[in-house]
Structures are given as C-alpha cells and as structure tokens.
C-alpha cells in the first residue's frame, strides 16, 4: 500500500508560466494586465494570476468565438 499523495495543484502563476500555459506571449499577458481584462495579485513587487483566472480568461475567450 503506497503512502504517497497526489502533489498539490499548482493555485499561482507567474506572467511568463500564464503566458506558457495560455500559448499567449509574456508581453501580451503584461498588457492583459494592465487593461484589467486579466486579474492578477501582488505579493510584494510580484505580480501572480490565480489558475481559476487562466481557466476564466480562456473560457470567455471561447465565448467571444461564437
């Protein structure tokens, strides 16, 4: 019997790994950003969007595609 446990889900990402996940550039994100069309937290001078954001911001995505 294995004692191991599922790793926990990644909950923040830094702008590079969003625009890595969203296939987006690093700039595009920034200006995403900027815009308020993709919210994000501080902590300190970091900037870090939630996973439930990513999944938002590409679900509307598709929204506007129809």
Not at 15 to 38: D, W
Request: aromatic share 6%; proline share 5%.
């Amino acid at each position: 019997m294995s004692t191991a446990t599922a790793p926990m889900p990644r909950l923040l990402y830094r702008p590079e790994e969003a625009a890595e996940v969203l296939a987006l550039g690093r700039s595009t994100i920034y200006e995403l950003m900027a815009a308020g069309n993709l919210r994000f937290v501080k902590c300190g001078r970091s900037r870090r969007i939630h996973h439930t954001e990513l999944e938002r911001f590409a679900a509307a995505l598709s929204d506007q595609s129809r």
